[in-house]
């Protein structure tokens, strides 16, 4: 079965860190870019942050460079984005999701997305 | 970079066609891919590329692009599609992927 499933998620204080997961299954994971798409409450969709196939290149959304840092594990078939320094405006379900077609170098779609982890920075 | 801008809302009474804008800088000019969110729900991959349908999405949602706007359009309308509808695009200009600000369509 073809899936994503997100974990990691919690609440945490401001200026605290957690480090969310992304395990995927029934499909070649090392062939596809992975991404993490958020949602803050009642709010639209945010892309926060892409990792090609391979891992030779990351693109973060502005507001969280140098603070969040995606990475993936191929041979554990699982992605990651490790989040220091949070701060309320980061409260948001966090979505994984995988680029459509194999080999792809941006420009692409995410045809496939987890049922999301949910992210609370109190304050 | 650029959010793409997108009506807030969009109402059709069933059985209608629904279209639903996407606008920005040369939108015309870059691949265009379309989402619809129900509520406490993962988003769904509608259109991509412009005007391809995953497997599984009925013929009645179809995409074009012109200029600088993109457009989504549902045809025959169900009770179903009631949803908000996001776009979505890779900003050349930030080497970011940037989704539209998002449509509430709503089913009369």
């Known amino acids: 079965q073809v899936q994503l499933v997100e974990s990691g998620g919690g609440v945490v204080q401001a200026g605290g860190s957690l480090r969310l997961s992304c395990l995927a299954s029934?499909?070649?994971?090392?062939?596809?870019?992975m991404t993490w798409v958020r949602q803050a409450p009642g709010k639209g969709l945010e892309w926060v942050a892409l990792?090609?196939?391979?891992?030779?290149?990351?693109y973060y959304v502005d507001s969280v460079k140098g603070r969040f840092t995606i990475s993936r594990d191929n041979s554990k078939n699982t992605l990651y984005l490790q989040m220091n320094t949070l701060s309320a405006e980061d409260t948001a379900v966090y979505y994984c999701?995988?680029?459509?077609?194999?080999?792809?170098?941006?420009?692409?779609?995410?045809?496939?997305w987890g049922q999301g982890t949910k992210v609370t920075v109190s304050s | 970079s650029d959010v793409p801008t997108q009506p807030p809302s969009v109402s059709v009474a069933p059985g209608k066609t629904a279209r639903v804008t996407c606008g920005g800088n040369?939108?015309?000019?870059?691949?265009v891919h379309w989402y619809q969110q129900k509520p406490g729900q993962a988003p769904v991959l509608v259109i991509y590329?412009?005007?391809d349908r995953p497997s599984g999405i009925p013929e009645r949602f179809s995409g074009s692009t012109s200029g600088n706007a993109a457009t989504l359009t549902i045809n025959r309308v169900e009770a179903g599609d009631e949803a908000d509808y996001f776009c979505?695009?890779?900003?050349?200009?930030?080497?970011?992927?940037?989704f539209g600000t998002g449509t509430k369509v709503t089913v009369l």
């Open positions: 040369n939108i015309g000019n870059k691949p």
């Open positions: 029934g499909f070649t994971f090392s062939s596809f870019g």
């Open positions: 999701a995988r680029e459509t077609r194999e080999f792809s170098m941006s420009y692409d779609a995410f045809d496939m």
């Open positions: 990792m090609w196939y391979d891992g030779s290149k990351k």
């Open positions: 590329y412009d005007n």
């Open positions: 979505q695009v890779w900003d050349t200009s930030s080497d970011h992927y940037v």
